[in-house]
Protein backbone atom coordinates (compact mmCIF):
# COMPACT_ATOMS: atom_id res chain seq x y z
CA UNK A 1 0.00 0.00 0.00
CA UNK A 2 1.49 3.44 -1.09
CA UNK A 3 0.49 6.82 1.02
CA UNK A 4 -0.98 9.69 -0.95
CA UNK A 5 1.64 12.78 -0.66
CA UNK A 6 0.41 16.01 -1.00
CA UNK A 7 2.75 19.30 -0.92
CA UNK A 8 0.78 21.96 1.13
CA UNK A 9 0.44 25.88 0.07
CA UNK A 10 0.31 26.42 3.53
CA UNK A 11 3.34 26.74 6.39
CA UNK A 12 2.83 24.03 9.08
CA UNK A 13 1.03 25.86 11.47
CA UNK A 14 -1.41 26.62 8.95
CA UNK A 15 -2.13 23.43 7.00
CA UNK A 16 -2.93 21.73 10.88
CA UNK A 17 -5.03 24.29 11.38
CA UNK A 18 -6.78 23.76 8.23
CA UNK A 19 -6.60 19.89 8.26
CA UNK A 20 -8.24 20.78 11.53
CA UNK A 21 -11.34 22.28 10.47
CA UNK A 22 -11.62 20.15 7.23
CA UNK A 23 -11.58 17.09 9.31
CA UNK A 24 -14.68 18.56 11.15
CA UNK A 25 -16.24 20.14 8.06
CA UNK A 26 -16.15 16.20 6.62
CA UNK A 27 -17.85 15.46 9.99
CA UNK A 28 -15.36 13.02 11.34
CA UNK A 29 -13.86 12.90 15.10
CA UNK A 30 -10.25 13.46 15.81
CA UNK A 31 -9.77 10.51 18.52
CA UNK A 32 -5.73 11.22 18.83
CA UNK A 33 -3.52 14.59 18.12
CA UNK A 34 -0.23 13.32 18.15
CA UNK A 35 2.85 15.84 17.93
CA UNK A 36 5.56 13.77 17.39
CA UNK A 37 8.60 16.91 16.95
CA UNK A 38 7.35 17.93 20.58
CA UNK A 39 7.44 14.01 22.06
CA UNK A 40 10.42 13.96 20.45
CA UNK A 41 12.25 17.17 21.87
CA UNK A 42 11.40 15.88 25.54
CA UNK A 43 13.27 13.30 24.52
CA UNK A 44 16.48 15.66 23.66
CA UNK A 45 16.16 14.96 20.15
CA UNK A 46 15.36 17.89 17.75
CA UNK A 47 12.99 17.09 14.37
CA UNK A 48 10.84 19.61 11.95
CA UNK A 49 7.60 19.43 12.72
CA UNK A 50 5.70 16.76 12.43
CA UNK A 51 2.25 15.64 14.06
CA UNK A 52 -0.31 13.16 13.17
CA UNK A 53 -4.31 13.37 13.42
CA UNK A 54 -5.96 10.02 14.03
CA UNK A 55 -9.39 10.73 12.29
CA UNK A 56 -12.73 8.52 12.88
CA UNK A 57 -16.05 8.34 11.27
CA UNK A 58 -18.22 6.65 14.21
CA UNK A 59 -21.49 5.82 12.08
CA UNK A 60 -19.22 3.72 9.32
CA UNK A 61 -17.15 2.26 12.36
CA UNK A 62 -20.16 0.90 13.55
CA UNK A 63 -21.46 -0.41 10.20
CA UNK A 64 -17.71 -1.99 9.97
CA UNK A 65 -17.70 -3.34 13.74
CA UNK A 66 -21.34 -4.76 13.42
CA UNK A 67 -20.50 -6.52 10.26
CA UNK A 68 -16.95 -7.67 11.39
CA UNK A 69 -15.71 -7.08 15.00
CA UNK A 70 -12.14 -7.63 13.70
CA UNK A 71 -12.08 -5.06 11.80
CA UNK A 72 -11.29 -2.99 14.55
CA UNK A 73 -7.94 -3.50 14.34
CA UNK A 74 -7.71 -0.64 11.07
CA UNK A 75 -10.13 2.37 12.42
CA UNK A 76 -8.72 5.13 13.24
CA UNK A 77 -7.03 6.19 10.08
CA UNK A 78 -4.28 8.81 10.28
CA UNK A 79 -3.21 11.82 8.30
CA UNK A 80 0.64 12.82 8.58
CA UNK A 81 1.25 16.22 8.38
CA UNK A 82 5.36 17.20 8.35
CA UNK A 83 7.58 19.84 7.65
CA UNK A 84 11.00 18.34 4.74
CA UNK A 85 13.09 21.38 2.99
CA UNK A 86 11.15 24.03 4.35
CA UNK A 87 7.85 22.74 2.61
CA UNK A 88 4.73 21.15 4.67
CA UNK A 89 3.33 18.19 3.09
CA UNK A 90 0.43 15.92 4.15
CA UNK A 91 0.19 12.52 3.61
CA UNK A 92 -1.96 9.25 4.30
CA UNK A 93 -3.45 6.45 3.47
CA UNK A 94 -6.69 6.40 0.92
CA UNK A 95 -8.87 4.77 3.38
CA UNK A 96 -10.62 2.61 0.67
CA UNK A 97 -7.19 0.33 0.45
CA UNK A 98 -6.73 0.35 4.06
CA UNK A 99 -10.48 -0.97 4.86
CA UNK A 100 -10.02 -3.41 1.52
CA UNK A 101 -9.51 -6.61 3.13
CA UNK A 102 -13.00 -5.76 4.56
CA UNK A 103 -14.18 -6.82 1.44
CA UNK A 104 -18.07 -5.30 2.84
CA UNK A 105 -17.05 -2.23 2.49
Do not use: C, H
Not at 8 to 15: A, D, G, H, P, R
Not at 75 to 82: A, C, G
Amino acid sequence: MKPITLRSKYNFQETLKNMEEAISRANLIIVSRINAQENLRKAGFNIPGSYIFEIFRPDFAFQMFSRNIASGIDPPLRIYIFEKDDMTFVEYYRPSDVLKKWEEF
